[in-house]
Structure formats: structure tokens, C-alpha cells
């Protein structure tokens, strides 16, 4: 599935009722950390105190959760606002209403991942840890400048075990899905 880029409310002229889905903020809330959604008042402390968003402008946590109070649930999974979040924590720290906003980001996160969203990028590092247990493949120059400075080849050792929790997970098939999309 494609993913959106940094969908903000200010950028939505109208928003029709067909788009929205009710239910959300309450799927969202049984995830652990979303237990606290509906005691954000829209202060915006955490945005004010976010270092992605101060950087990027366009990255809004207060916003995200609007969104998903709304219910707006396709819009708020398919966008790559989600996977901005640093998870730093700040923003947690300093919410007088005690959301856990670092915490409902993951599980935004989870959420878009078991329905095929994911940025492209972290769909082929995935792909990279299946297949060399690696996030970054091993590459012949790799191995030569290793060589050249006197260090020993990198270990493989962990593929195999890596291997084994990707399958008994489930993680391998979920990621072949977004492969397909
Ligand atoms: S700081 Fe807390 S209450 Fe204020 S907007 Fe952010 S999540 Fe909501
Ligand atoms: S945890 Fe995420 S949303 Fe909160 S301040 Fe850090 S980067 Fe921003």
C-alpha cells in the first residue's frame, strides 16, 4: 500500500463523514500506552516540545492525535507522519494530562504494519534482516576494507536465530504481504 506524506488537518479544507471511523480512538486505546487517548485536551505542549517537529515543520504529535480521536483512520495509518516520531519521549514527559504519546505512536505503528502500511524503506531493511540477518547486507567492499584495517570478517553467526524468531513470529509473512503490495 502507498503511504501518504505528512498529512496535517490544517492541509484538509473539508472532511467528509463518510471518512470517518468512530471506532478507532477505541481500537487505538486497547493497545498498550493508547489507555489515556481521550484525556488529551488539544493543548499542544507536546508539540511545542517535540524536536521532530521543531525540525520538520510538517511533523505534528497533538495533530496525529486528533486525528485518530476523529476517527480518521485511513488517513492517520497510510501517512509517513506516524514513522517521524523519534520516540524520544519528551513530549510524554511533559503532558499534564499523563497521555503516553510515544507509546500510542508504536502502537499507530502496529496498527499500520498488520494492514500492509509501511514506508518502503523499512519494508526492505525488513527484507534485509529475513534474508542476511542484517538490516544492511554485507557487501564484498565490506569485507576488504575489514581486511585492509585488520579487522576480523563480520559473523554470521546470528542469521540462523534471527531466522528462527522472524518465523515464529509471524514477522516473515507479514513483511512477504507488504512485499506483494
Ligand atoms: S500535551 Fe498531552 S494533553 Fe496536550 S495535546 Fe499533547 S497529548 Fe494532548
Ligand atoms: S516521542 Fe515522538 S512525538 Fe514525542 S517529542 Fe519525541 S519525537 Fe516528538
Redesign the pocket.
Known sequence: MSISTNITLEERETIRSSEFEPKFAEEVKKHPGGEKLS?????????GSCPVGKITGSYN??HI?RMVMLGLRREVLSSDSIWLCALCYT?QE????G?E?ADIMLALRNIAVSEGYAPKALVEQAISLIENGRLAAIVGSTDRLRSKLGLPKISTSSKDIIKKIVVTTGFDKLIEKMRGN
Not at 39 to 47: E, M, N
Not at 94 to 97: A, D, E, G, L, N
Request: charged share 10%; hydrophobic share 30%.
Open positions: 484525556q488529551c485536551f488539544q493543548c499542544g505542549a507536546c508539540a504529535p497533538r492525535l513530549c511533559r503532558c499534564s494530562q497521555v504519546i
